[in-house]
């Protein structure tokens, strides 16, 4: 079945580095966007980066924008988010999601010193 799996997730000092994978089955991996989604604390569900299936520099929200990088690697199924620059205010848990429809289960990001 189609399973979306993040992992990269855990404990960072503010102003550091973490990379998300998002490994990915049971789809043709390449014929998908892949959306990064974060649940902060007290807040909604933020859509934060899309990679499509063509690839590229996929496009962020302006919330990460400068900070944050999407990216895939076909040959794996697997997409990553890079975030840099980080603060205690992007703590919280990041999904991936299959274009609209299958989400992961999500990883938790803590930023704290």
């Known amino acids: 079945q189609v399973q979306l799996v993040e992992s990269g997730g855990g404990l960072v000092q503010p102003g550091g580095s973490l990379e998300l994978s998002c490994a990915t089955s049971g789809f043709k991996f390449s014929r998908y966007a892949i959306n990064w989604y974060r649940q902060i604390p007290g807040k909604e569900r933020e859509w934060i980066a899309v990679?499509?299936?063509?690839?590229?520099?996929?496009r962020l929200a302006e919330s990460v924008k400068g900070r944050f990088t999407v990216s895939r690697d076909n040959d794996k199924s697997t997409s990553y988010l890079r975030m840099s620059g980080l603060t205690p205010e992007d703590t919280g848990i990041y999904y991936c999601?299959?274009?609209?429809?299958?989400w992961g289960q999500g990883t938790q990001v803590t930023v704290s010193s």
């Open positions: 990679i499509t299936a063509f690839g590229g520099n996929g």
């Open positions: 999601r299959r274009a609209q429809d299958v």
